[in-house]
């Protein structure tokens, strides 16, 4: 395993983990973890943008669907951004697709989340496990 130096300081831990919040693999981005964090993006991202796709912007509703809004502010503050959209201009989704898009989209949120968790976790340990060791 390669060793990074010691950051277990908690302006370092809150930094990464913010980053990872900010834009999804940010966080191992910063700790020099390229490659998952273009994966972590990509998957993060279309997953979320699948979820707007099958369902609108309207999946995205913070005052009638508060469960499925706090799962799916785990992507992104932007994510702020198309709830107070939903919440001025009232799209109204409805049926299958609406569903199929809030789990979608929250799905994406959770994974992000659990990504975040990994990024402060490898920053605190100071270690990165390369492919094949």
């Given at each position: 395993?390669a060793?990074?130096?010691?950051?277990?300081?908690?302006?370092s831990?809150?930094t990464?983990?913010?980053l990872?919040?900010?834009?999804p693999?940010?966080?191992?981005?910063?700790?020099?973890?390229?490659?998952?964090?273009a994966?972590?993006?990509m998957?993060?991202?279309?997953t979320?943008c699948?979820?707007l796709?099958?369902?609108?912007i309207?999946?995205?509703?913070?005052i009638?669907?508060?469960?499925?809004?706090?799962a799916q502010?785990?992507?992104?503050?932007a994510?702020a951004?198309?709830g107070?959209?939903?919440?001025?201009?009232?799209y109204?989704?409805?049926?299958r697709?609406g569903?199929i898009?809030q789990?979608?989209?929250?799905i994406?949120g959770l994974l992000?989340?659990?990504c975040?968790?990994?990024?402060?976790?490898i920053a605190?340990e100071?270690?990165?496990?390369?492919?094949?060791?």
């Amino acid at each position: 395993m390669a060793q990074l130096p010691k950051q277990n300081n908690i302006f370092s831990l809150l930094t990464v983990g913010l980053l990872a919040w900010l834009v999804p693999g940010a966080g191992h981005f910063v700790i020099n973890e390229r490659k998952r964090a273009a994966i972590i993006f990509m998957t993060v991202v279309i997953t979320f943008c699948m979820g707007l796709y099958i369902g609108s912007i309207g999946v995205v509703d913070p005052i009638g669907a508060k469960p499925w809004y706090v799962a799916q502010i785990m992507n992104s503050p932007a994510v702020a951004v198309f709830g107070h959209l939903t919440k001025t201009r009232h799209y109204i989704v409805y049926g299958r697709p609406g569903e199929i898009g809030q789990i979608y989209t929250s799905i994406a949120g959770l994974l992000n989340l659990l990504c975040i968790i990994n990024a402060v976790y490898i920053a605190h340990e100071g270690k990165v496990q390369t492919a094949g060791d």
